[in-house]
């Protein structure tokens, strides 16, 4: 049955990594472990502290900016038990050590190098050494035997994780439930194990992750490179739609009638091109030292009109990386002032058709 | 169990403050060594409205805003010197900016040229990508009938810091690697 969820664990492994970045961790933590009675009179127990570690696997499901879901695998050492209250009033003590290896579904939330994470899966555990001590030191190492050789249960957890390096640190507050009674029907009634604990560990994480990063980038500079494309053929088309002579001026009208009456995509993206264009032209204008303070001004308030408002967001790029952030209106007096030519790359718009963030890049 | 908290909280404590640090790939690098000399260009054309006496007050305030947003922050100081003494005085930028609106000429002009790296952005000790540009002043200063009562050259050393900056634009709030001007150093006037 081992082998099977072993072989079942690394072919799911191997699907999940092609999909995406995956991560190795290390945990440690201590926690207060104690059982709780099903169908029994409750025991009469308090928790006893126990420490925990483990090495674990993650493969990234699907990663957003904003969202990561991962498969978790995790190897560890668990220490577990009770303290209670014998007939006698004296304190015995239940010690049991688990190698337990759980599965859980992890979502990472945030975009910022501080995230929330969420944990909820199940766990398998077992019992490799166990005790019972009392108060008077005397201690029985036999005790393994009396105990369930499996447990199963479900854990919670919930915590925060730091982007490090190439990984997190993170810490996690865990909640493991334990379903079947360790110790059968040895004693009165039906006790599980419940061993909520804190920890904390590292991620490094590898692979797809920063391939994406990679490939965003690449596409930043693919949309540089397009805009530089679209700057020409602004020339061109203004040397087109301006013809001096009949026969351009053929060409021009057939021209338009080529690009007018696509369908509904086409000439939302006909449009949009446009947008792009026009408001190029504006940053142009009012970044050019040779254009009269008026005509800057009159781009500027046309430019501002076509955004949400004056914090309307400009991300500043090099070569695809994000330098800088600008809103629209201090972005518009930097490129007045300093007389830099800046392009727009791509553009987020409002239900209302007003710009809320672009993205520019210099071009001189 | 107190103690095994206070222990793991101890513990932790050096990863936490050790979370701020950067690991720029060198595409990066160079992407933000560019915007330090588009910002030190950018500086340079701001002085030359601040000092203009034609520009008016309202462009002028308008500059300033600019030229603070260029800084990690408005504590960072600018060394200044004078043919006509040995003291390098220094003030704070916001200070520097506001002075050079008001200096006592009919017209001033300050260029800067040959504007250039002395030291290539490395990471320091502490996280932070650090680097030096250099660049020459040519500083001038004319009297009411044009003609020149004061110039000097300057060589002035620039910092270069980038560092995780959290950017406030409106109610949002960006936090990204960024890199901002430091203090200005006098290296030497003739």
Redesign the interface.
Known sequence: MMRIVVIGILVLSSHLTAEGQIGVGVRTG?G?TTMTAVKSEPLKVVAK?GASVGLFGEFGLISTEALSVMFVTEVGFEQKGFRYKDADGDWVSFGVDYIQMPLVVKLAIGK??LRGTLEIGAFAATPINAFARNSYGEKDRGTLKNLTRYDVGAILSGGLE?????GA?F?TIRLAQGFVDPYGKKLDGYQVNIAPS?S?GYVARFGKGKAVETAQ?EVTAVQEEIAEVVKTAEAISEAVLEPESQSEQTNAQELKVVSGPGNAQAAAATSDFGALIQLNKRFDAIADPEVDTTTRTVNATEVLNQFI?P?A?VI?L??????????IS?FL??IE????KYKITDREVDASGLMSQIRVH?ID | MNKAVSTLMLLMLPALLHAQQLNLEEYEVKAFAEMALEKVNALSNNLTILCDKTETAEKKEATMMLALKLFIDDRQTVETSSLNSDEVKYERIGVYLNRLRTLPYKQVTVKWYDVQYVSKLKKGTDGKYYATITVFQEFTGFGPEGQILYRDHTQKNIDIVVDMQTTRIGDKEFESPTVKLGSIKVIQTK
Do not use: A, C, Q, W
């Open positions: 201590v207060l502290p910022k190098r730091f982007k490090l390096g190439p640190l810490t804190i904390l980038r408002g914090d967001v500043l090099k070569s695809g990386v994000v330098v800088d952030y600008y809103s201090e007096r930097y002032l300093n007389h830099f210099r």
